[in-house]
């Protein structure tokens, strides 16, 4: 359409083949596209990653172990195949490795003397983009490793037999991609539809013989969402809520709590469960909820309709604590209705943002998320009071005891995969977490709510002997400065030179033992933003010269 509006100089005669040569490449490559859906992760080629090895050790590392312990260093740390099989402390700060602490024998060292090493991050709310914004997984999976994300929670990352494929050959390192998770919502892969609790009950059978791990459930009325946790329930498979607008006056997060759900994602139900003067929220008379920006404006005003620490909050807050109950905020995702211009130009856009997904980001009637038609300073007021209600909420919350995950959500509102699930640790260290708490709920926290449901110990997220060698090698100190997790790192003045530098980013993530470039996989993402640049460039000159 924008080339149509650079051409109206154009005879009308012009503008019509141009209008209708536009029309139908967009829709043959829209069927194209459509019928196959979002394309899966390619084949793991030669140099993609190495590994995994006999005996591969990070030597002299200062270690965070996502426990919420203190860093400890210097340390080996000895990974066998898949596995972490030995940590070491081999010295003190400022003193000379002792030699004799060392463990030997090594197949593969990496020297990290001065570096730090994480559990690799657990991102519990992702999907892999769709048509025509995000064609390709790689995209997306190599932009999550990038960022030392070693395992999502797809909810879902897309159809389910294409998500259980992805899934499994993940798992085999067939692909270069994180572990996936894989959660669906009621009704996926199935050729009837959830509307009684019988068939609630049905769809979780038929969900978990095809190996699903949760449910990404909604806001359904009480019967059905009871049919379906108490269903999950059997076969031990995890549970999250969306509990959307449309249904959160009968199904908010507390009513799903209490009906079994393991935990939320986002903050639907949340305060609906604490108003203290209304049962619903008092909509204006005016209000559509088709209408996004009025749907995602609208619901930043419940910030007024809670009490901080009054008698609801505290109930609340308690019955969750009883339950064991998981908060996985996504605060990142609608972030932008704070400052939409910050989102918008964001430091990563230019290099690693597709202009496919550009384009879906830019104010829409139909593209979910895209919703500035006419934002205004009230919007963005009443979504800073609204995230300083809610940050007071979740830093209460972890403090009594109370788990707080980290999830993205990416691929809508202006966040990118990998950049946005950053974003979401610092938005909890300014909700009040410490770094090592953010640490702490980006890794082992989120490992402990995908293996509630089943009983069995973690295994992955912490970094220690027996568990999985999942692990993010750095140069900065992430303690210091989040912002050097990003792939653009963080800006610094170097004192010595003079010069504005840019320091950080992720410098090796190791999943499943495998040693992958982190930097090499930002290179990947960014040749793709640009051969699609380019095609897109080409596929609009060879329409305009066909007038």
Known sequence: MSCLRCNLSCSIAGALVLTFALLFVTLEAFGQEERRGVLGGP????????????????RGATMIDGTGAPPRSPVDIVIEGNRIVRVASVGAPGAAINPDRRPEDATREIEAHGMYVIPGIVDLHAHTG???????????YKLWLAHGITTVRGVPTGPMEWSLNEKARSARNEIVAPHIVSFHR????????????????????????????????????????????????????????????????????????RLGLTGMTHFYGLFEAMYDQADVQPWPVTMDYNDEQQRFGQVARQWQMVTPQGAKWEALMEE???????????????????????????????????????????????????????????????????????????????????KVTVGSDSGFIYQLYGFGTILELELLQEAGFHPLEVIRAATMHGAMEIFKP??????????????????????E?????????????????????GEVERVGGVTYTIKDGIIY?????????????????????DSLENSSEGQ
Do not use: C
């Open 130 to 140: 769709g048509i025509p914004k995000v064609p390709e997984a790689e995209y997306v």
């Open 477 to 497: 100190n992430p303690l210091h400065n989040l912002k050097t997790l990003y792939g653009t790192g963080a800006v610094k003045l170097n004192d010595e030179t």
């Open 186 to 257: 009621p009704g996926s892969g199935w050729e009837g539809s959830v509307q009684t609790p019988e068939d609630a009950r049905e769809w979780v059978r038929f969900a978990a013989e095809q190996g699903v791990d949760g449910l990404k459930l909604g806001s359904y009325r009480p019967e059905i969402m009871e049919a379906l946790l108490n269903e999950a329930a059997k076969y031990e498979i995890g549970s999250t809520a969306h509990l959307g607008q449309m249904g959160v006056a009968q199904m908010n997060a507390l009513d799903a709590a």
């Open 454 to 475: 089943s009983g069995r110990p973690i295994e992955f997220g912490v970094i220690r002997a027996g568990l999985r060698a999942d692990l993010v090698v750095l140069e």
């Open 320 to 402: 969750f604590l009883a339950l064991d109950f998981y908060i996985n905020p996504t605060m990142g995702i609608y972030s932008a209705g704070r400052d939409v211009m910050r989102a918008r130009n964001a430091d990563w856009h230019a290099t690693y943002t597709l202009p496919s997904l550009a384009a879906f980001f830019e104010p829409s009637r139909v593209d979910h998320g895209s919703y500035f038609f006419d934002w205004t300073t009230h919007d963005e007021v009443a979504w800073k009071k609204f995230y300083q209600v809610w940050m007071q909420f979740l830093e209460e919350y972890k403090n009594r005891g109370g």
């Open 517 to 537: 470039d982190a930097q090499a996989l930002l290179q990947d993402v960014a040749d793709m933003v640009e051969r699609q640049r380019i095609k897109r460039e």
């Open 43 to 58: 084949d793991r080629t030669e140099g993609e990653g190495e590994g995994p090895f006999e005996r591969l050790i990070i």
